[in-house]
Protein backbone atom coordinates (compact mmCIF):
# COMPACT_ATOMS: atom_id res chain seq x y z
CA UNK A 1 0.00 0.00 0.00
CA UNK A 2 1.59 3.31 -1.18
CA UNK A 3 2.23 6.25 1.75
CA UNK A 4 1.17 5.36 5.44
CA UNK A 5 -2.10 5.54 6.39
CA UNK A 6 -2.76 6.02 10.19
CA UNK A 7 -3.40 3.58 12.14
CA UNK A 8 -7.38 4.09 12.99
CA UNK A 9 -8.18 4.10 9.44
CA UNK A 10 -6.14 0.45 8.44
CA UNK A 11 -8.99 -1.44 7.78
CA UNK A 12 -11.17 1.00 5.44
CA UNK A 13 -12.12 -0.45 2.01
CA UNK A 14 -9.42 1.09 -0.67
CA UNK A 15 -12.84 1.94 -2.44
CA UNK A 16 -15.42 3.86 -0.98
CA UNK A 17 -19.06 3.10 -1.33
CA UNK A 18 -20.74 5.88 -3.15
CA UNK A 19 -23.86 5.22 -0.80
CA UNK A 20 -22.09 5.61 2.34
CA UNK A 21 -22.64 8.56 4.13
CA UNK A 22 -20.74 10.35 6.76
CA UNK A 23 -22.01 12.27 9.99
CA UNK A 24 -20.12 15.25 9.73
CA UNK A 25 -20.79 16.96 12.85
CA UNK A 26 -18.57 20.26 12.50
CA UNK A 27 -20.29 21.05 9.62
CA UNK A 28 -23.63 20.22 10.65
CA UNK A 29 -24.57 18.24 8.13
CA UNK A 30 -24.66 14.76 6.39
CA UNK A 31 -22.35 13.98 3.34
CA UNK A 32 -22.11 11.42 0.88
CA UNK A 33 -19.00 10.50 -0.86
CA UNK A 34 -18.73 12.14 -4.32
CA UNK A 35 -18.41 10.35 -7.88
CA UNK A 36 -15.60 11.39 -9.61
CA UNK A 37 -16.12 9.75 -12.77
CA UNK A 38 -13.99 6.42 -13.87
CA UNK A 39 -10.84 8.69 -14.08
CA UNK A 40 -11.32 11.35 -11.95
CA UNK A 41 -9.98 13.79 -13.79
CA UNK A 42 -10.84 17.31 -14.25
CA UNK A 43 -9.94 20.05 -16.48
CA UNK A 44 -7.87 22.59 -15.64
CA UNK A 45 -10.53 26.11 -15.55
CA UNK A 46 -10.09 29.38 -17.20
CA UNK A 47 -9.38 32.40 -14.67
CA UNK A 48 -9.10 35.75 -14.58
CA UNK A 49 -5.83 37.35 -16.40
CA UNK A 50 -4.59 38.15 -12.84
CA UNK A 51 -6.31 36.37 -10.83
CA UNK A 52 -8.55 38.11 -7.81
CA UNK A 53 -5.13 38.89 -6.23
CA UNK A 54 -5.70 42.47 -7.75
CA UNK A 55 -8.53 42.48 -5.69
CA UNK A 56 -6.35 42.59 -2.42
CA UNK A 57 -3.94 45.60 -1.34
CA UNK A 58 -0.11 44.41 -2.32
CA UNK A 59 1.01 46.74 0.12
CA UNK A 60 2.51 44.05 2.84
CA UNK A 61 6.73 44.55 3.26
CA UNK A 62 6.92 42.00 5.80
CA UNK A 63 8.01 43.47 8.52
CA UNK A 64 7.65 41.57 11.93
CA UNK A 65 8.67 41.31 15.22
CA UNK A 66 10.98 38.01 15.91
CA UNK A 67 10.48 35.49 18.87
CA UNK A 68 11.49 32.25 20.37
CA UNK A 69 10.50 29.43 18.93
CA UNK A 70 7.91 27.51 20.91
CA UNK A 71 6.83 30.53 22.94
CA UNK A 72 3.23 31.11 23.78
CA UNK A 73 3.25 33.91 21.46
CA UNK A 74 4.50 32.47 18.33
CA UNK A 75 1.48 32.95 16.66
CA UNK A 76 1.20 36.14 16.73
CA UNK A 77 4.59 36.35 14.34
CA UNK A 78 4.13 35.82 10.69
CA UNK A 79 7.40 35.40 8.63
CA UNK A 80 9.42 37.89 7.79
CA UNK A 81 9.13 38.60 3.80
CA UNK A 82 11.55 40.33 1.33
CA UNK A 83 9.57 42.23 -1.88
CA UNK A 84 7.37 39.76 -4.24
CA UNK A 85 9.19 37.81 -6.52
CA UNK A 86 6.55 35.91 -8.12
CA UNK A 87 2.52 36.04 -8.59
CA UNK A 88 2.40 33.53 -5.77
CA UNK A 89 4.54 35.85 -3.53
CA UNK A 90 2.26 38.61 -4.66
CA UNK A 91 -1.07 36.85 -3.49
CA UNK A 92 0.68 35.95 0.07
CA UNK A 93 1.40 39.84 0.23
CA UNK A 94 -1.97 41.36 -0.74
CA UNK A 95 -3.40 38.44 1.40
CA UNK A 96 -1.46 39.50 4.48
CA UNK A 97 -2.26 43.20 3.55
CA UNK A 98 -5.80 42.58 3.46
CA UNK A 99 -6.59 40.89 6.81
CA UNK A 100 -8.72 43.45 7.88
CA UNK A 101 -11.05 43.24 5.41
CA UNK A 102 -11.31 39.99 4.77
CA UNK A 103 -11.87 38.40 8.57
CA UNK A 104 -15.82 40.32 9.28
CA UNK A 105 -18.62 38.01 10.77
CA UNK A 106 -19.58 35.56 7.85
CA UNK A 107 -16.45 35.51 5.87
CA UNK A 108 -15.70 32.24 4.49
CA UNK A 109 -12.73 31.95 6.91
CA UNK A 110 -15.36 31.18 9.82
CA UNK A 111 -17.14 28.05 7.67
CA UNK A 112 -16.71 24.37 8.82
CA UNK A 113 -16.13 23.49 4.92
CA UNK A 114 -13.26 26.03 4.48
CA UNK A 115 -11.56 25.83 2.09
CA UNK A 116 -14.31 25.87 -0.36
CA UNK A 117 -13.21 22.28 -2.21
CA UNK A 118 -16.18 23.39 -4.74
CA UNK A 119 -14.01 26.40 -5.76
CA UNK A 120 -10.70 24.06 -7.26
CA UNK A 121 -13.68 21.79 -8.97
CA UNK A 122 -16.12 24.16 -10.24
CA UNK A 123 -14.70 27.41 -10.42
CA UNK A 124 -17.54 30.22 -11.29
CA UNK A 125 -18.07 33.90 -11.37
CA UNK A 126 -20.57 33.12 -7.98
CA UNK A 127 -17.62 31.40 -6.14
CA UNK A 128 -15.24 34.75 -6.40
CA UNK A 129 -17.86 36.74 -4.98
CA UNK A 130 -18.59 34.54 -1.95
CA UNK A 131 -15.36 32.33 -1.54
CA UNK A 132 -12.89 35.18 -2.72
CA UNK A 133 -9.56 33.51 -0.62
CA UNK A 134 -10.64 30.13 -1.70
CA UNK A 135 -10.98 31.33 -5.58
CA UNK A 136 -7.36 33.08 -5.25
CA UNK A 137 -6.05 29.69 -3.62
CA UNK A 138 -7.63 27.40 -6.23
CA UNK A 139 -6.25 29.42 -8.93
CA UNK A 140 -2.79 29.04 -7.76
CA UNK A 141 -3.04 25.75 -7.63
CA UNK A 142 -4.16 25.00 -11.00
CA UNK A 143 -1.09 27.34 -12.12
CA UNK A 144 0.85 25.71 -10.03
CA UNK A 145 3.19 22.23 -11.28
CA UNK A 146 1.19 19.81 -8.13
CA UNK A 147 -0.73 16.95 -10.35
CA UNK A 148 -3.23 15.02 -9.85
CA UNK A 149 -6.38 15.99 -7.88
CA UNK A 150 -5.42 14.84 -4.75
CA UNK A 151 -2.45 16.24 -4.40
CA UNK A 152 -3.96 19.48 -5.24
CA UNK A 153 -6.35 19.22 -3.02
CA UNK A 154 -4.16 18.83 -0.52
CA UNK A 155 -1.64 21.45 -1.17
CA UNK A 156 -4.96 24.12 -1.56
CA UNK A 157 -5.97 22.67 2.10
CA UNK A 158 -2.24 23.27 3.58
CA UNK A 159 -2.30 26.64 1.80
CA UNK A 160 -5.51 27.61 3.20
CA UNK A 161 -4.55 27.14 6.63
CA UNK A 162 -1.65 29.33 6.28
CA UNK A 163 -3.53 32.00 4.69
CA UNK A 164 -5.77 31.63 7.15
CA UNK A 165 -3.66 32.14 9.96
CA UNK A 166 -2.14 35.33 8.12
CA UNK A 167 -5.58 36.56 7.64
CA UNK A 168 -6.90 36.11 11.41
CA UNK A 169 -3.50 36.61 13.21
CA UNK A 170 -5.21 34.39 16.17
CA UNK A 171 -4.33 32.28 18.28
CA UNK A 172 -6.49 29.76 17.02
CA UNK A 173 -6.02 29.24 13.69
CA UNK A 174 -2.43 29.06 13.93
CA UNK A 175 -2.82 26.02 16.54
CA UNK A 176 -5.23 24.23 13.57
CA UNK A 177 -2.23 24.66 11.04
CA UNK A 178 -0.56 21.27 10.42
CA UNK A 179 2.79 21.42 12.75
CA UNK A 180 4.92 21.20 9.48
CA UNK A 181 3.53 24.42 8.12
CA UNK A 182 3.69 26.24 10.92
CA UNK A 183 7.60 28.80 10.33
CA UNK A 184 10.38 28.07 11.90
CA UNK A 185 12.53 30.55 13.93
CA UNK A 186 14.58 30.91 10.36
CA UNK A 187 11.27 31.89 8.86
CA UNK A 188 11.13 34.61 11.45
CA UNK A 189 14.26 36.04 11.50
CA UNK A 190 15.55 36.15 8.33
CA UNK A 191 14.06 37.61 4.91
CA UNK A 192 12.98 35.56 2.30
CA UNK A 193 10.55 35.19 -0.49
CA UNK A 194 6.89 34.10 0.53
CA UNK A 195 6.94 31.34 -1.48
CA UNK A 196 9.19 29.75 0.54
CA UNK A 197 6.53 28.95 3.45
CA UNK A 198 4.48 26.89 1.07
CA UNK A 199 7.59 24.36 1.04
CA UNK A 200 6.62 21.02 3.05
CA UNK A 201 8.82 20.21 5.54
CA UNK A 202 10.54 22.75 7.78
CA UNK A 203 13.70 21.80 7.20
CA UNK A 204 13.42 22.65 3.50
CA UNK A 205 12.46 26.24 4.22
CA UNK A 206 15.16 26.69 6.06
CA UNK A 207 17.62 25.49 4.31
CA UNK A 208 15.91 27.06 0.92
CA UNK A 209 16.80 29.94 2.82
CA UNK A 210 20.36 29.09 3.80
CA UNK A 211 21.78 27.36 0.84
CA UNK A 212 19.34 28.41 -2.58
CA UNK A 213 19.91 30.97 -5.39
CA UNK A 214 15.86 31.90 -5.13
CA UNK A 215 16.34 33.05 -8.61
CA UNK A 216 15.88 29.05 -9.09
CA UNK A 217 12.40 29.07 -7.95
CA UNK A 218 10.76 28.39 -11.45
CA UNK A 219 12.91 25.59 -12.20
CA UNK A 220 12.81 24.42 -8.18
CA UNK A 221 9.11 24.85 -8.14
CA UNK A 222 8.27 22.33 -11.62
CA UNK A 223 10.48 19.66 -10.19
CA UNK A 224 9.21 19.23 -6.78
CA UNK A 225 6.08 20.42 -7.35
CA UNK A 226 5.40 18.13 -10.47
CA UNK A 227 6.74 15.40 -8.02
CA UNK A 228 4.94 16.05 -4.78
CA UNK A 229 2.67 13.42 -3.50
CA UNK A 230 0.51 12.29 -0.48
CA UNK A 231 0.40 8.82 -1.00
CA UNK A 232 -3.71 8.40 -0.70
CA UNK A 233 -3.85 4.92 -0.90
CA UNK A 234 -7.92 5.04 -1.84
CA UNK A 235 -9.57 6.32 -5.00
CA UNK A 236 -9.99 10.26 -5.59
CA UNK A 237 -13.03 9.95 -4.75
CA UNK A 238 -12.64 8.80 -1.41
CA UNK A 239 -10.83 12.46 -0.87
CA UNK A 240 -14.15 14.13 -0.92
CA UNK A 241 -17.43 13.98 0.59
CA UNK A 242 -20.64 15.83 -1.20
CA UNK A 243 -23.99 16.67 1.10
CA UNK A 244 -26.59 15.26 1.03
CA UNK A 245 -28.44 18.43 -0.61
CA UNK A 246 -25.78 18.58 -3.33
CA UNK A 247 -25.07 22.03 -2.83
CA UNK A 248 -21.17 21.58 -0.52
CA UNK A 249 -18.32 19.48 -0.82
CA UNK A 250 -16.29 18.69 2.48
CA UNK A 251 -13.21 16.50 2.54
CA UNK A 252 -12.97 13.59 3.82
CA UNK A 253 -12.07 13.56 7.56
CA UNK A 254 -10.25 10.56 6.74
CA UNK A 255 -8.33 12.34 4.01
CA UNK A 256 -7.51 15.42 6.35
CA UNK A 257 -5.91 13.23 8.87
CA UNK A 258 -3.66 12.28 6.07
CA UNK A 259 -2.33 14.89 4.53
CA UNK A 260 -2.12 16.51 8.41
CA UNK A 261 0.75 13.68 9.14
CA UNK A 262 3.91 14.94 7.30
CA UNK A 263 5.00 11.45 6.61
CA UNK A 264 2.98 10.87 3.75
CA UNK A 265 4.22 13.61 1.55
CA UNK A 266 6.84 12.87 -0.71
CA UNK A 267 8.74 14.49 -3.12
CA UNK A 268 9.79 12.61 -6.11
CA UNK A 269 13.15 11.39 -6.89
CA UNK A 270 14.70 13.78 -9.18
CA UNK A 271 14.24 16.15 -6.68
CA UNK A 272 16.86 14.79 -4.80
CA UNK A 273 18.94 14.21 -8.13
CA UNK A 274 18.38 17.80 -9.11
CA UNK A 275 19.11 19.62 -5.41
CA UNK A 276 20.54 16.87 -3.31
CA UNK A 277 20.96 19.41 -0.47
CA UNK A 278 17.05 18.55 -0.26
CA UNK A 279 18.09 14.44 0.79
CA UNK A 280 18.46 14.76 4.37
CA UNK A 281 15.23 16.33 5.48
CA UNK A 282 12.54 15.03 3.10
CA UNK A 283 10.82 11.74 2.05
CA UNK A 284 11.15 10.82 -1.66
CA UNK A 285 9.17 8.11 -3.18
CA UNK A 286 8.53 7.72 -6.92
CA UNK A 287 5.60 9.69 -8.04
Known amino acids: MEGMVDARFQNMPLVFDLGMTVDMLECGKEFRFLDLGPDSSVSSPSFP?????????????????????????????????????????????????????????????????????????????????SRPLSTLVAAQVWKSSVQGLTARIAFMYVLSQLLRWYLRRDKQSYAHMPDFMKPSLLQRTVAHPAWIDLLIWPDVRDLVIQRMDWNDFPSFRQVAGGSLSVGWPYTDSGAILESADGHHLALNPIFKAHIRNVKNWTFGLEVRKEFPWTGSCCRAGPR
Open 49 to 129: DGTLSETLLDQHTGETVSTEQGSDDEWKYIPLHTPPTCELDRLIHGVLAAASPLTEPGHELNEATFPSTSSLLNPSVEADK
